[in-house]
């Protein structure tokens, strides 16, 4: 089983950028769908993006669509998460978490095998 660490997140100003990246140990990280979630104060768990095993196959919520871009690279055992024309409401702990199923929603957090501990972040006005 893989353990999973966030970096990257900070403050940044609306209309800004950052990139998260999620490392992952272990030797299998390439059978793993990989996803990104947030929770903003007071709010559940949000899907954000999620990408498959080759990183061929991507998903993303249409809250962030043509804004995030998310990644894999399997040599290093890592999954990023581009953040591009930032919002206050993309204010939240972003989570990385690992699907070891094939089968199963992408998008429902219930499917997730593994997960960060989180990384915030903060977009102000």
């Keep these: 089983q893989v353990r999973l660490v966030e970096s990257g997140g900070g403050l940044v100003q609306a209309g800004g950028s950052l990139r998260l990246s999620c490392a992952a140990s272990g030797r299998t990280f390439g059978s793993y769908t990989m996803g990104w979630f947030r929770q903003a104060p007071g709010k559940g768990r949000e899907f954000v993006a999620a990408i498959g095993l080759s990183g061929g196959s991507t998903l993303y919520a249409d809250s962030v669509k043509g804004r995030f871009t998310i990644s894999r690279d399997n040599t290093k ?49």
Excluded: I
């Excluded at 953040?83 to 702990?93: F, G, H, R």
């Excluded at 989570?95 to 997960?115: E, H, I, P, Q, T």
């Design 77 to 125: 055992n890592a999954a990023l998460l581009q953040m591009n024309s930032l919002k206050p409401e993309d204010t939240a702990v972003y989570y990385c978490a690992a699907k070891s199923s094939r089968l199963g929603n992408w998008a429902a957090a219930g499917n997730y095998d593994v997960w960060g501990q989180g990384t915030q972040v903060t977009v102000s006005s």
